[in-house]
């Protein structure tokens, strides 16, 4: 089992960055694909990028690719999700997920985080 913390969530200019971070609890952190979602009031929670176990294979929504970049460090039981040129549809509560297999949809996370809102401002 693993338990995930979120941060770096906050109110951002359009055009800004901000870098949210995912602490995981446990020693099998590298046994885990980990996954960002995000969800906006009144919309389906929805994928944002995923990152597989060794971080070698990273995936992108089309809506943020060139503009995320997802990475982990595995010594630190930490995930990452860089984001920058933020947008006012970037708004949204994200959340960090995990689980063992490389997945997009959001029902195969088994593990989630409490999520941390990103407001971007235009």
């Known amino acids: 089992q693993v338990q995930l913390v979120e941060s770096g969530g906050g109110l951002v200019q359009a055009g800004g960055s901000l870098r949210l971070s995912c602490a995981a609890s446990?020693?099998?952190?590298?046994?885990?694909?980990m996954g960002w979602f995000r969800q906006a009031p009144g919309k389906e929670r929805e994928f944002v990028a995923a990152?597989?176990?060794?971080?070698?294979?990273?995936s992108y929504a089309d809506s943020v690719k060139g503009r995320f970049t997802i990475s982990r460090d595995n010594a630190k039981n930490t995930m990452y999700l860089q984001m920058n040129s933020l947008k006012p549809e970037d708004t949204a509560v994200y959340y960090c997920?995990?689980?063992?297999?490389?997945?997009?949809?959001?029902?195969?996370?088994?593990?989630w985080g409490q999520g941390t809102q990103v407001t971007v401002s235009s």
């Open positions: 446990g020693r099998t952190f590298n046994s885990y694909v």
């Open positions: 997920a995990a689980d063992p297999n490389y997945s997009y949809n959001f029902k195969t996370y088994d593990y």
């Open positions: 990152i597989s176990w060794s971080g070698s294979r990273t």
